[in-house]
């Protein structure tokens, strides 16, 4: 039976070696980032500095998180389109950053239900 710290290092190793999960664990603050998104992406009431207001890990500056943002929208890995309020970006996680994650959670026995449900686009 491996040991919690056996696990903890799996769970490290397994992450890194994703195609796009491994981008969110350079820092607590981008894991964090993508599991609110994943929670919330429906939310009309939630936008980019929300996010960035629920990061209970903030140890980076807001700055840092926001060029995350935008980068990981240049590589399609999440996806910003407009809300409901014009002033609002609304985030969404790319489809495989999504199937990547709820794999994950499987891999590793985690039950979860708190994906948001998909709409359409």
């Given at each position: 039976m491996k040991s919690p710290i056996e696990k903890e290092l799996e769970r490290l190793r397994y992450l890194a070696a994703t195609k796009s999960l491994k981008v969110f664990i350079k820092y607590p603050e981008y894991w964090e980032?993508?599991?609110?998104?994943?929670?919330?992406?429906?939310?009309?009431?939630?936008?980019?500095?929300?996010?960035?207001?629920?990061i209970a890990t903030m140890q980076v500056n807001r700055v840092t998180v926001r060029n995350f943002i935008k980068d990981r929208v240049a590589e399609g890995t999440i996806i910003s389109?407009?809300?409901?309020?014009?002033?609002?970006?609304?985030?969404?996680?790319?489809?495989?950053?999504?199937?990547?994650?709820?794999?994950?959670?499987?891999?590793?026995?985690?039950?979860?239900?708190?994906?948001?449900p998909r709409d359409e686009k």
């Open positions: 980032l993508m599991l609110l998104i994943a929670i919330n992406e429906n939310n009309q009431e939630i936008g980019i500095e929300d996010y960035l207001d629920n389109r407009q809300g409901e309020k014009k002033s609002r970006r609304m985030l969404t996680l790319s489809d495989k950053v999504t199937e990547e994650l709820k794999d994950y959670f499987q891999y590793f026995h985690i039950k979860i239900n708190q994906f948001a």
